[in-house]
């Protein structure tokens, strides 16, 4: 599509109402503008949308800093803006831009609409030449950046962004950061980031607490937010079949243990191969023939162990089917339940 200069877009082109938004407009490194704007949407003729943001208007009913944002048929943009406060014509290109997440972003520049003002941090990993290990946390107030990092992460590094919590109920926002080294032996590490207001962040706890194989989750138990942190038997060579919950709560300013509570059921079952037993067996592999879909034939369930997970791999031959079904689990199990015409099998 031929490239039209933007100034004589905004002068030709009829607009659509004006909305008032968030918004922030940040060219070769530098932010312009971080807060209230305003925008608004004009349809060409060839119906591609053009957009429309900038600060509030100045005395002179001038926009301060603007730009437009041109939508390509390739579903691509084309940007330009104004460059200087209260110039009223965008003769300065921006180049091609993608859209995600709410923002316009080039080579040299970034436009979002709806950033967070007048509020709490946002936070998001920048990655290093080596991530997760060279990984940092930056946090954004209000356009002011902070780079964070802390030296409980030197064997680990921050990959995710948790959610936001007052976890103490102080009336300050604590954020988990989930941290990870690479690997495969654990399944990382939980970080919380407590913002004291007035650019003050503070890495609680001297080192980080232990993530769960299944994950973490925020549990409200009277009047404190708890971080529950669920577990399980994985990882290298750790062949043995447990599951465990353990609460923390941030009091006086630390992460404190309160409680590791560990499963001691498991389903009934019919017959079942574990990890264990098969790690022992010769050849690290055992067979079962069982009926499992109920047709009258005997079904084949053959598993090996696997020492990377301390965890079986399992193929199912159902008789008359050509290709096994693979599965991966701690322990294999057929249960005295029918679903489906077939009895149910449990792989945790």
Known sequence: MKR???????ALLPSLPVAAETCSIEVDGLLYHHGECRYSKTLSSDRSWLIEIGSEETKDGNLGYWALIYEQEDSSYEGHWNGAYGVTRAHNRLGEMTFEDDCWAGKNSRICLGVPFGGGPTY??????????????EANVNGTRYVIDHDSWEDVGPYEIGPTEDLDGDGQPETIVQLFNGGNCCPGELSVISYRGDGFFEVVNDQPIPDGWDGFDLVEFKDETLIRVNDKALGVGNYEDWQSQTDYALRDGQLVKLHERFNSAKPVSLIELTAEEVRDAPGQTKTLEFDLDLDGELDIVTCKYWDRWGSLSCDIQYAGESQPTKVTCKRFAILPKILQDALRLECN
């Open 4 to 10: 039209l200069l933007a100034s004589t877009l905004f």
């Open 124 to 137: 998001r990993i920048l990655e290093g030449d080596q991530t997760p290990l060279d990984n940092t946390v």
